[in-house]
């Protein structure tokens, strides 16, 4: 399933959470890095205007579907894949990480809550090793000196997973320039998923998410930074229906001449 962004084909390339658990735990045993993206509408949206980030989304090697917009259309294209936002992979990853004893480090949001969810992962993942927390300030450019050099301590510090939560289109720009800085180590941007371990944020209420309506939820508590958000979101909803519409009379096309 891909996305046809200003010239780019921006693809969901893991479809399933388990295939996505296997190719970590690969390249975790290879000590070889990786930088893991989750796509959404929003990022959709900022993917159009910004060729920085379409060039940063084009370095990742592992792209996974974060929102039921993404799920449903990855369906109409007759390409369905798993719903799996970053909040929701943080744990499976770092059990994959522990089993192969290999330690993790964390980047963003603000030191007290990088404490927080360095507890948090520590105490719910056996054998898990935290060994470094950095939460970069304000005004940090993720494609900047600055940013090389925090880079280079993830390296030096040993750890072979790191955890991004800096927000898009910043933790994707740091974790493809971590792919040429730090290239054993692999790179996962997770958005708030610390904050919710730390409880500095507050993530929607299970029921919410399962009739697929954290959207919303979000919108209501914080209308004026993220009602023109969903707007743009939704605006380009069309657009992403009509190629997935399209993707599915070509796959259509192929196997019919495939059988002849």
Request: with cysteine.
């Amino acid at each position: 399933m891909y996305f046809g962004i200003v010239g780019e084909k921006i693809a969901v390339n893991m479809p399933t959470k388990a295939a996505l658990l296997t190719c970590v735990a690969e390249r975790l045993a290879r000590k070889e890095g990786f930088a893991l993206a989750t796509v959404n509408l929003d990022h959709l949206v900022k993917l159009r205007t910004s060729q920085q980030f379409r060039a940063a989304y084009c370095a990742q090697d592992f792209v996974v579907a974060d929102g039921h917009p993404i799920v449903w259309i990855s369906r109409l294209a007759g390409q369905p894949v798993e719903l799996m936002p970053g909040s929701d992979l943080i744990l499976p990853l770092a059990q994959v990480a522990a089993t192969q004893g290999v330690s993790i480090a964390l980047i963003g949001s603000r030191p007290d809550a990088l404490a927080g969810a360095k507890s948090y992962l520590e105490g719910e993942v056996p054998g898990l090793d935290v060994v470094l927390s950095i939460a970069p300030p304000m005004g940090f450019v993720p494609d900047s000196p600055e940013a090389d050099a925090l880079l280079a301590e993830v390296a030096a510090s040993g750890a072979g997973l790191c955890f991004v939560a800096m927000g898009a289109p910043k933790q994707e720009i740091l974790s493809a320039a971590g792919r040429r800085v730090a290239p054993n180590v692999g790179f996962a941007s997770i958005g708030a998923g610390l904050d919710f371990f730390a409880g500095t944020q507050h993530r929607a209420p299970e029921w919410v998410r399962d009739f697929a309506l954290e959207w919303l939820w979000r919108a209501v508590g914080n209308p004026r930074r993220l009602g023109m958000r969903y707007l743009r979101c939704i605006g380009i909803l069309p657009g992403q229906l009509l190629n997935a519409v399209q993707q599915r009379l070509r796959s259509g096309d192929h196997t019919r001449h495939v059988h002849h």
